[in-house]
C-alpha cells in the first residue's frame, strides 16, 4: 500500500518512449500501421533525444498498452490472367529475390483498384536491392501499353537499369508482342514465373501490392466514393515519396529504400 502511495504520482517510466513513438506515428499517414518491429527500427533511425530505447519486445508491450497496433482487414486477389498459348521467358529468379546491387533485379505485377468512375490498374517495377519503386504507371485498362509505359518511366529514371532481370507473372501483358519488343529493345532479361502459373514464383511483388494496400486504403479510404484521379495522386505520392524515401522497411535492415540506397553507393565511393 505504502508502495503503491509512493508510485501513484510519480510519470509513468515509458512517457518519454511514447511521445517519441506517437511523434513517429505522426510524421505520415500510413506510418500507423507501423507494427513492433518496424516501429523499433524507426526509434533506433531517429533516435529520439533523451528517450532510452527498450527491446523491441518492450516496444510492443507499450504500443499495446496506448492502443498503437493496428490490425487493418486484407483483401488479396490476383487479375492477371495467364496465355497458355504464347511463348513463356525463363524463370530466372527462381524465387531468390535478394539482390547484392542496385538495378540487377526486379520484379514487376499490376494491380486493381476500384474507383467511383471505373478501376484504376497500377503497374509497378520494384528492385530487389532495396525494394525501391523504380518505375510506376497507372491506366484504367490493363492492356500492354501500361507495362511498357512502366518500364519507359523506369528506364527514364534509371537508365542503368538496362540489361537488368525484370520478373513477371505469366499474365498477357507481359507475353505480349509489345511489351517483348520493348523488353528487347532496352536489352532486358525477361524472367517469369515456372510453368503452372504459381503466385509464390513472384511473392515478393505480391506482397509489396498488399503492403501498399494495407497501410494506405483498407481501413482508411473508400475507395469508390473516390475518383481515378484522385487515387492516381494518392499511389503517386505514397510509392515515390514516402515508400521510396521515408517509410521504414525491415528488409532493409530498419532503412528506407532510398537511404539503402545511398549508403550503397557511399560505400563504394569510400572504397574506390
Same mark, same amino acid.
Given at each position: 500500500?505504502?508502495?503503491?502511495?509512493?508510485?501513484?504520482?510519480?510519470?509513468?517510466?515509458?512517457?518519454?518512449?511514447?511521445?517519441?513513438?506517437?511523434?513517429?506515428?505522426?510524421?505520415?499517414?500510413?506510418?500507423?500501421?507501423?507494427?513492433?518491429?518496424?516501429?523499433?527500427?524507426?526509434?533506433?533511425?531517429?533516435?529520439?533525444?533523451?528517450?532510452?530505447?527498450?527491446s523491441?519486445?518492450?516496444?510492443?508491450r507499450?504500443?499495446?498498452?496506448?492502443?498503437?497496433?493496428?490490425?487493418?482487414?486484407?483483401?488479396?486477389?490476383?487479375?492477371?490472367?495467364?496465355d497458355?498459348?504464347?511463348?513463356? &521467358?525463363?524463370?530466372?529468379?527462381?524465387?531468390?529475390? $535478394?539482390? %547484392? +546491387?542496385?538495378? /540487377?533485379?526486379?520484379?514487376?505485377?499490376?494491380?486493381?483498384?476500384?474507383?467511383?468512375?471505373?478501376?484504376?490498374?497500377?503497374?509497378?517495377?520494384?528492385?530487389?536491392?532495396?525494394?525501391?519503386?523504380?518505375g510506376?504507371?497507372?491506366?484504367?485498362?490493363?492492356?500492354?501499353?501500361?507495362?511498357?509505359?512502366?518500364?519507359?518511366?523506369?528506364?527514364?529514371?534509371?537508365?542503368?537499369?538496362?540489361?537488368?532481370?525484370?520478373?513477371?507473372?505469366?499474365?498477357?501483358?507481359?507475353?505480349?508482342?509489345?511489351?517483348?519488343?520493348?523488353?528487347?529493345?532496352?536489352?532486358?532479361?525477361? &524472367?517469369?514465373?515456372?510453368?503452372?502459373?504459381?503466385? $509464390?514464383? %513472384? +511473392?515478393?511483388? /505480391?506482397?509489396m501490392?498488399?503492403?501498399?494496400?494495407?497501410?494506405?486504403?483498407?481501413?482508411?479510404?473508400?475507395?469508390?466514393?473516390?475518383?481515378?484521379?484522385?487515387?492516381?495522386?494518392?499511389?503517386?505520392?505514397?510509392?515515390?515519396?514516402?515508400?521510396?524515401?521515408?517509410?521504414?522497411?525491415?528488409?532493409?535492415?530498419?532503412?528506407?529504400?532510398?537511404?539503402?540506397?545511398?549508403?550503397?553507393?557511399?560505400?563504394?565511393?569510400m572504397?574506390?
Amino acid at each position: 500500500f505504502y508502495k503503491y502511495l509512493v508510485d501513484k504520482d510519480r510519470p509513468w517510466r515509458y512517457q518519454e518512449l511514447t511521445d517519441a513513438m506517437k511523434e513517429i506515428i505522426s510524421e505520415d499517414e500510413c506510418n500507423d500501421t507501423y507494427g513492433r518491429s518496424r516501429m523499433y527500427q524507426a526509434l533506433l533511425l531517429k533516435q529520439p533525444e533523451g528517450v532510452r530505447i527498450p527491446s523491441e519486445r518492450t516496444v510492443y508491450r507499450v504500443m499495446n498498452r496506448m492502443g498503437l497496433s493496428h490490425r487493418p482487414k486484407r483483401k488479396p486477389n490476383g487479375i492477371t490472367k495467364a496465355d497458355r498459348e504464347s511463348m513463356k &521467358s525463363e524463370d530466372l529468379l527462381k524465387r531468390d529475390f $535478394h539482390a %547484392n +546491387a542496385p538495378l /540487377e533485379k526486379c520484379i514487376t505485377d499490376i494491380t486493381e483498384i476500384p474507383a467511383s468512375n471505373g478501376k484504376l490498374y497500377v503497374s509497378a517495377i520494384f528492385d530487389c536491392f532495396d525494394l525501391s519503386v523504380l518505375g510506376l504507371a497507372m491506366e484504367t485498362n490493363m492492356k500492354a501499353d501500361l507495362c511498357v509505359h512502366t518500364l519507359e518511366n523506369a528506364l527514364t529514371a534509371y537508365p542503368a537499369l538496362e540489361g537488368a532481370v525484370i520478373h513477371s507473372d505469366r499474365g498477357t501483358q507481359y507475353t505480349s508482342e509489345t511489351y517483348r519488343q520493348a523488353i528487347r529493345e532496352n536489352h532486358i532479361h525477361q &524472367s517469369m514465373n515456372s510453368a503452372g502459373g504459381r503466385c $509464390h514464383d %513472384n +511473392a515478393r511483388c /505480391e506482397s509489396m501490392w498488399a503492403r501498399m494496400k494495407t497501410e494506405l486504403l483498407y481501413d482508411r479510404y473508400d475507395t469508390k466514393q473516390m475518383t481515378v484521379e484522385d487515387l492516381k495522386v494518392l499511389i503517386w505520392r505514397y510509392f515515390l515519396s514516402y515508400w521510396n524515401n521515408r517509410r521504414i522497411c525491415s528488409a532493409n535492415g530498419g532503412l528506407p529504400p532510398m537511404i539503402k540506397r545511398r549508403q550503397y553507393y557511399e560505400a563504394l565511393e569510400m572504397a574506390a
